[in-house]
Nanobody, 115 residues
Framework: QVQLVESGGNLVQPGGSLRLSCAAS????????MGWYRQSPGKEREFVAS???????NYADSVKGRFTVSRDNAKNTVYLQMNSLKPEDTAVYYC?????????WGQGTQVTVSS
């Protein structure tokens, strides 16, 4: 089992930045994929970004050029740097870890983009 704890969500004005963190309770065995997803009220959870243990990144078209996913393996932590935030980025952001055939989720952190 792996516990994932997200942090860093907040209220921010349009055009602002936030950095989300996802701390894992232990090192994730490689190969693995760490990802970020988000869910807005009334909508399905959607993919935002991912980072493999090999260093490959993938981003949703809606966040390309604005969001950056990274990881610090020594701290068992994955980050999501979000710049140029828009009101449509408002959502609960969830961290996901895929290790072998298992998938783990965090409890989510709220990001609200509003003036």
């Amino acid at each position: 089992q792996v516990q994932l704890v997200e942090s860093g969500g907040n209220l921010v004005q349009p055009g602002g930045s936030l950095r989300l963190s996802c701390a894992a309770s232990r090192s994730i065995v490689s190969p693995n994929v760490m990802g970020w997803y988000r869910q807005s009220p009334g909508k399905e959870r959607e993919f935002v970004a991912s980072l493999t243990s090999g260093g490959r990144t993938n981003y949703a078209d809606s966040v390309k050029g604005r969001f950056t996913v990274s990881r610090d393996n020594a701290k068992n932590t994955v980050y999501l740097q979000m710049n140029s935030l828009k009101p449509e980025d408002t959502a609960v952001y969830y961290c996901n870890a895929v290790e072998y055939a298992s998938s783990y989720w965090g409890q989510g952190t709220q990001v609200t983009v509003s003036s």
